[in-house]
C-alpha cells in the first residue's frame, strides 16, 4: 500500500512537470507567432525603467541619449547604440545581454532575457519608433527654430546683442583691461596690491603661462639683463615654448570633458583619445584661434585595406 501511494505520488509529479513544460512551449509558440514587437509597448517601459535614468533628460553618459531614434543610432562615446535590422551588432541589444563590457543597466531596473530578446527582436525589425516615443530631433529643432519668445523673455540677458563697454579713464594705466579692473577696485572699495619686483613677475608669468617655474639659469638670466624689452622677450618666449599648449590646452580639454578613460565604476581605455589632447596642444602652440579649435571625435580605421 505504502509502495503504491508512493507510486501514485511521483507520478502526479511527472504529471505536472510535464504539464508546465508543455505550457511552457505553448507560450513560446504563442511568442512567437505574436504580433511584432512595438516600441510603444514593449520597448519602451524598458527604456523607462532601465536606461533613460543614466541616457535620458537628466543624463547622458558616455555621451549616449536614448530618447529618440536618432540619437540612439548616433550614439556616444563608444559608437552608435542601434544598427537598425541588426540586432547582433546594436551594442544597445549586447549591453542587455552581457555580450560587451559589464551588463546593463547598473545599479537597479535589471532587464529580463525576455526583455533582452524583446529589444533584439524589435531592432531586427527595423527598430520603428511608432507613436508615443520621443520626437525625432529633426522635428524638435524645426519648432524650437520656428518658436516665438515671450515679451518677458527677450528682456533675458542671453537674447540681447553685445554692446561694446567705454573704456575706463586712467591716469595710471594704459591698458583697457587694467583700467577696468581699477574701476572694479574704486567702485569696491579696494586698493591695488604693491607692484611686484621683477623675480615675483618672471615667476608668475612661468607659472601662469607654462605651468613650471623658472630655472635658476633662466632666473639669472632675466635679473642679468637690464636692456629695454626684457620683460616683452620673456613673454615671447614663453608663449613660444611647446609647454605652453600643454598648461593652457588643459582647459580646453576640461571644458570639452577629456580624459584618458572614461572613469566612473568601469575605468575603461581610450585608446586613441590622445588624438585629440595633441590636437589641442599643437593648436595652442600655433596660436591657432579659438574660434577655429574643433571639438570632434573620430575613430581610427585600419590602414591595410586590400582592394
Not at 535620458?56 to 540619437?71: K, N, V
Request: hydrophobic share 40%.
Amino acid at each position: 500500500m505504502a509502495m503504491r501511494r508512493v507510486g501514485t505520488l511521483l507520478c502526479s509529479r511527472v504529471t505536472v512537470v510535464a504539464l508546465a513544460v508543455v505550457a511552457g512551449s505553448v507560450s513560446v509558440a504563442h511568442a512567437q507567432t505574436s504580433e511584432p514587437v512595438t516600441f510603444t509597448d514593449d520597448i519602451r517601459p524598458i527604456f523607462e525603467r532601465s536606461c533613460w535614468n543614466c541616457h535620458g533628460a537628466a543624463s547622458q553618459l558616455s555621451g549616449l541619449d536614448l530618447r529618440t531614434r536618432d540619437t540612439a543610432i548616433t550614439g556616444g562615446a563608444r559608437g552608435p547604440a542601434l544598427v537598425p535590422g541588426r540586432g547582433e551588432e546594436s551594442r544597445l541589444y549586447r549591453v542587455l545581454a552581457g555580450l560587451d563590457g559589464p551588463k546593463m543597466p547598473m545599479g537597479g531596473g535589471a532587464v529580463s532575457e525576455v526583455e533582452v530578446a524583446a529589444v533584439r527582436a524589435w531592432i531586427d525589425d527595423g527598430a520603428h519608433w511608432d507613436g508615443g516615443g520621443a520626437p525625432d530631433a529633426e522635428a524638435v529643432v524645426a519648432s524650437l527654430e520656428h518658436a516665438e519668445l515671450p515679451t518677458g523673455a527677450r528682456d533675458y540677458w542671453a537674447f540681447k546683442l553685445p554692446e561694446k563697454a567705454r573704456v575706463p579713464a586712467s591716469s595710471t594705466y594704459q591698458h583697457p583691461v587694467d583700467r577696468f579692473l581699477e574701476a572694479a577696485r574704486r567702485d569696491a572699495g579696494v586698493s591695488a596690491a604693491p607692484r611686484a619686483d621683477r623675480l615675483i613677475r618672471l615667476r608668475r608669468a612661468y607659472l601662469d603661462l607654462t605651468g613650471l617655474p623658472p630655472t635658476p639659469a633662466q632666473t639669472d638670466a632675466f635679473l642679468a639683463d637690464t636692456e629695454r624689452g626684457a620683460w616683452e622677450r620673456v613673454i615671447e618666449e614663453l608663449l613660444a615654448s611647446p609647454h605652453y599648449g600643454e598648461r593652457w590646452g588643459r582647459h580646453w580639454m576640461d571644458v570639452a570633458r577629456y580624459a584618458d578613460s572614461t572613469g566612473f565604476e568601469q575605468d575603461y581605455n581610450r585608446p586613441n583619445a590622445w588624438r585629440y589632447r595633441d590636437y589641442v596642444i599643437d593648436a595652442f602652440n600655433r596660436d591657432k584661434p579659438c574660434r577655429l579649435i574643433s571639438l570632434f571625435a573620430s575613430r581610427s580605421l585600419e590602414t591595410n585595406w586590400t582592394m
